[in-house]
């Protein structure tokens, strides 16, 4: 069946990516995160892909994300941190997945669903060390502590691991950077000195996976790398890594037209043929997750030719402007794909939307067919 976008997943890669990242990191374990969608890529097959890579650990955001993996099989040690306060931790607790405590409201909730099961819930603390978004401050750490001690001796909790996430890790000389570093450790030492076994320390993104080795601790975190996708300008391109992009995006021309010049092309003519042309309609759109924002400007690459839309990007399909390119009705157009093969990249799609990379594939659609290579 021809699909009318695909996204080509090369989990050869991704596998690659996690080898590469583990070999990099030299110690810690890897927990690959595969929230999103595993950033678009597909998450039960990104996640196995993940774990043939030697990722010893998962994690999600949702605890929806997590079931799946659980009810598709999926083994492991499994984390899941952004947890609503609701019934579904009981199952979470039965199939062995892991879950962040980040309040007193949350510990109990999972604490009454592990008391209701009988079976003891794996926790991991997650302290806010200074990004000022999830988890527990330093001063409400001790609340927090004598709250998990208390559930631990009820037989209702194991506090296996504490967690906390980076402000600023892609600005490698940020200020920050030390003084999160530093409360992450005082946070430890507190667990530590309450006599919790913390099986796991994690604290380092992709960012800090790539460029700060003194916040490995004994589990590295990252998501964006194993992609192939990096973190940031400044700590540099993923390929510099040897981090190679898993999805490419493309989709097949269904029409082409002559058309005279001063020509309005698609949705308030926000382009004008500049001299008799051909038209190539792609049917792909923001539907499918393909940024309006990058209307007029995001790349497409034809036959081997860079192209950029012509005009509005709409909601199923966008048109380039091929001049006297020779092109077929059933051709590619790659919208990104691995710049070492001077194909256009994620980044370049984060440009031209004035946008981030993490932003252009995990919003890649559920309509996009994923075409899985090399698994
Ligand atoms: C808590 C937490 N840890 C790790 C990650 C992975 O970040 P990255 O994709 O930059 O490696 C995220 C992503 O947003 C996150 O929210």
């Known amino acids: 069946m021809a699909h009318h976008v695909t996204a080509d997943i090369d989990l050869g890669n991704l596998t690659q990516n996690v080898e590469t990242l583990i070999k990099k990191v030299n110690g810690p374990a890897l927990m690959a995160v595969v929230k999103a969608n ?10 196995l892909a993940a774990k043939r890579g030697g990722a010893e650990w998962l994690a999600t955001a949702l605890l929806d994300e997590a079931i799946e993996l659980r009810n598709n099989k999926v083994p492991g040690r499994l984390l899941v941190w952004l947890n609503t306060i609701d019934d579904q ?11 962040g405590v980040n309040s007193l409201e949350s510990l109990t909730a999972i604490a009454q669903a592990a008391k209701n099961l009988g079976k003891r819930a794996r926790v991991h603390l997650k302290v806010d060390t200074g990004l000022g978004r999830n988890g527990v401050t330093l001063s409400d750490l001790p609340n927090l502590i004598s709250a998990l001690k208390q ?44 006599n919790f076994e913390l099986e796991v320390k994690h604290l380092s993104n992709s960012a800090a996976t790539l460029g700060l080795p003194d ?10 790398v194993i992609y192939g996708i990096s973190p940031g300008p400044e700590v540099g391109p993923a390929a510099d890594f040897d981090l190679r992009p898993v999805m490419r995006l493309r989709a097949p021309i269904i029409l082409i037209k002559d058309v005279p010049a001063g020509t309005g092309v698609s949705y308030a003519h926000q382009y004008h043929t500049k001299s008799e042309t051909r038209l190539a309609l792609i049917p792909a759109g923001y539907a499918d997750g393909i940024p ?14 860079n192209f950029t839309v012509s005009g509005r ?5 966008f048109v380039v402007d091929i001049g006297d390119l020779s092109a077929n009705v ?11 093969n001077n194909e256009p990249s994620v980044n370049d799609w984060a440009d031209a939307a004035g946008t981030i990379n993490y ?5 890649i659609g559920p309509r996009v067919h994923r075409n899985y290579l090399n698994g």
């Open 215 to 224: 916040t490995y601790f004994n589990l590295v975190r990252p998501g964006a």
């Open 313 to 317: 990007v709409c909601m199923d399909q």
């Open 38 to 47: 595993a950033y678009g890529h597909g998450l039960v097959p990104s996640a």
């Open 89 to 99: 931790f009981s199952e979470c607790i039965d199939k062995d997945i892991d879950l």
């Open 330 to 340: 059933g051709d590619d157009a790659v919208l990104f794909g691995d710049p070492a």
């Open 151 to 194: 559930e631990q001796n009820n037989g209702n909790i194991n506090v296996v691991g504490v967690m906390s996430h980076f402000a600023y890790a892609d600005e490698p000389t940020n200020s920050t950077i030390g003084e999160q570093i530093s409360n992450f450790k005082i946070s430890v030492d507190a667990l530590v000195d309450a």
């Open 292 to 305: 309006r924002a990058a209307s007029n400007k995001g790349p497409v690459q034809i036959n081997g030719k």
């Open 359 to 363: 932003e252009i594939v995990t919003r």
